[in-house]
């Protein structure tokens, strides 16, 4: 599984439980709160109207309904009562309070309800029992199958003369309260719906910047650990992260560059070590041959091979110089307008072969270092000198890519050629088609210099011969 679903399940898992929970006890908790503030309310009033009933209660004969008094007239009156009001956007258009009013023996002496229980025993109720005992009496009683159903009962005694002579009750359904649970779940329902929405697009942002964070980390990793032909190219630079991350990829940098030289100076040694036996092999015999008593013909012979071998040598080191004086620059310092037919003229005519170039009318100026570029030319021509027939044209032509921003400058030999195995390790380094034939350095320097110009360096067979371009920003 992707480290990105991992994440996102992850984080949806524990926002999700944890969602789930807190909804789960807010849902919980609403009717229980509405049912607690009703109590509070109910048990203020029945206080209230026990007061207001006391003296008409004390002077009532053992065994008499209260009548037609004027507390119950008032309750009536209060029950007959037209309301239609708005409750914080909820409809109220019934009055839902039932009033009882017991004796001190549990008896119902008054009943707003209908139908009325007056005369009825209430004593056995626990509203009224713990009531006439002195103690705080309530009761939810359920007449019907669900909650909507319940009657919530809340009892405070009425006294005269510092005695308990009744008791009040007021009774309210909860199915008056339901409008406001419902809508108060509903708000907390849509609440928590909200929340996970926001939460999984917290999740995906969060999932999505961890992920990328972390591709643009491999993605350098796997950018500084990948192989790659041709010339040493610049090192990627390490993505601007923040936190461990960006700390990793800084310390993955500092092991880069630790390595990177190491390794790089590795190769080189094999290489150069490589390059090395032919030439010291042939000095090694022409001087043990040279040991002997030799005919003037073949001393003469030997010590020009002993010549030519250390002419050999120093060409393979002082371009190993060359190419790791190139391959240790990033970038050009400072760049200046260079004519490259200038400077091939100069070069051709260096290695007597002014006479053999054939440039075109078409101008080639391109921003650089004359002194690289100078380098890389002397190179290409060396090349093209050694294995093109004595005598044979070459021929330089100049075009511009279709948007006019890169020149390409191109060097045709007529030459034998080279097989198309070879073609694409030209420009490698110690690679070199023919045997004895160079050092195998001078396109990699070629094509080391066309890179620190921001070019590229390209390879077609021409038959006959070979056709090098040398691909280069144009100079305004």
Known sequence: MHLGLRLFFAFMAITGLAAFFVLRVFVTEIK????????????????????????????????????????????????????????????????????????????????SGTPAATGQDYSRWR????????????????????????????????????????????????SSIMPFVERAEHKV??????????????????????????????????????????????????????????ELARAMDRMRERLEGREQLEHHIRALTHELKTPLAGIRGAAELLQDDLPPADRERFVQQVDTQAQRLQAIVEQMLELSKLESLQTLQVRTPVDLHALAREVAEAHGAGDRLRLPAVPAVVPGDAERLRL????????????????????VDVTLDEAGHQLVWSLRDHGPGVPAYAMPRLGERFFSTGEGRGSGLGLAIVRQVVWLHGGTLRFEAARPGLRVRLVLPRAP
């Not at 002195?134 to 005269?160: F, I, L, W």
């Open 127 to 174: 509203d009224v029992l713990l009531t006439l005992r002195g103690e705080y009496g309530a009761r939810t009683t359920r007449q019907g199958t669900g909650d909507e159903t319940s009657v919530m009962h809340v009892a405070a005694p009425v006294r005269a003369d510092g005695r308990t002579v009744g008791a009040l009750v007021l009774a309210k359904p909860l």
């Open 32 to 111: 229980p709160s509405v049912r607690e503030v009703m109590e509070d309310v109910m048990v203020d009033s029945a206080n209230l109207l026990a007061e207001v009933a006391a003296p008409e209660l004390a002077a009532l004969p053992a065994g008499q309904p209260l009548g037609d008094g004027p507390f119950a007239r008032a309750v009536r009156q209060y029950a007959q009562r037209e309301v239609d009001v708005k409750i914080w956007g909820l409809r109220k258009t019934t009055l839902d309070l039932r009033v009882l009013v017991t004796d001190g023996s549990g008896t119902v002496v008054f009943d």
């Open 376 to 395: 890389a030319l002397s190179n290409l021509m060396a090349n093209a000198l050694a294995h093109a027939p004595p005598g044979s044209a070459w021929d």
């Open 189 to 246: 329902l849509w609440a928590g719906v909200l929340l996970l929405g926001l939460s999984l697009a917290i999740g995906v942002a969060v999932t999505l910047w961890a992920v990328q964070a972390v591709r643009r980390l491999r993605a350098y990793a796997q950018a500084v650990g990948a192989e790659e032909d041709g010339p040493r190219r610049a090192p990627p630079a390490p993505p601007a992260l923040g936190g461990e991350l960006g």
